[in-house]
């Protein structure tokens, strides 16, 4: 199994300014994932993550927008750019494990 | 990619069964069937998989369908914890990255009364 931890679990942003979400796993992983979960929706895949490697993006989202980090294998950051109220959503992170995805809590971001 | 068909909302009482269906009449043979559920200000949590013969666990059983274009989980007795949206996910082809990805559908959400 695997812990993950999001952090901040919650913000209120400005438009126009940049949310950045941090993921931490208990354990060294060779992939993560990035969610977008809109109010009131299911779950998008925004990107997967590799240590050492350009993440890659999914149809519909840009590096831009969303730059991902991944120094490690454990850590991985998501940055949310040029906020708007359309970017208002839950942002989660995930990994794989050999049967089963796991999931951080989610970041629920706000955008005024 | 295969898609899966589920119905947007059930409604149980606390300790009956439930049974939630779901449809995914495209899918292939290498395709595992992924059952999640999404508490309340939760990430989804992982339920149950299978192939081809029906499973049980501890959090519930899955049957799947001589076709395997349709499966259903139970829940043998539902508790008010069980309150949740139910997905139903087939586990999907490689990503650009060569890595697979979980599509998530609708989903069924559960509402279970006292």
């Known amino acids: 199994s695997a812990v993950i931890s999001q952090k901040p679990s919650r913000d209120i942003c400005q438009r126009g300014t940049s949310l950045t979400i941090q993921c931490q796993v208990d354990?060294?992983?060779?992939?993560m994932f990035w969610y977008r979960q809109q109010p009131g929706q299911s779950l998008t895949l925004i990107a997967t993550?590799?240590?050492?490697?350009?993440?890659?993006?999914e149809s519909g989202f840009v590096i831009d927008k969303f730059p991902i980090s991944r120094p490690n294998l454990t850590f991985s950051t998501l940055t949310v750019s040029n906020l708007s109220p359309e970017d208002s959503s839950i942002y989660l992170c995930s990994v794989r494990g050999n049967t089963e995805a796991f999931f951080g809590q989610g970041t629920r971001l706000t955008v005024v | 990619d295969a898609k899966t068909t589920q119905p947007n909302s059930m409604e149980s009482n606390e300790e009956e069964p439930v049974h939630l269906p779901c449809n995914h009449s495209t899918i292939s043979g290498t395709d595992y069937i992924h059952w999640y559920r999404q508490l309340p200000s939760q990430g989804p949590e992982y339920v149950i998989h299978?192939?081809?013969s029906n499973v049980n666990n501890r959090m519930a059983s899955l049957a799947i369908a001589e076709d395997r274009k349709s499966s259903t989980l139970i829940l043998h007795r539902a508790t008010l914890r069980d309150a949740a949206v139910y997905y139903c996910i087939l586990r999907d082809s490689w990503t650009q990255g060569g890595s697979e990805k979980l599509v998530f559908g609708k989903g069924t959400k559960l509402t279970v009364n006292p």
């Open positions: 299978g192939l081809t």
């Open positions: 354990s060294q992983v060779t992939m």
């Open positions: 993550a590799n240590q050492g490697s350009e993440a890659t993006y």
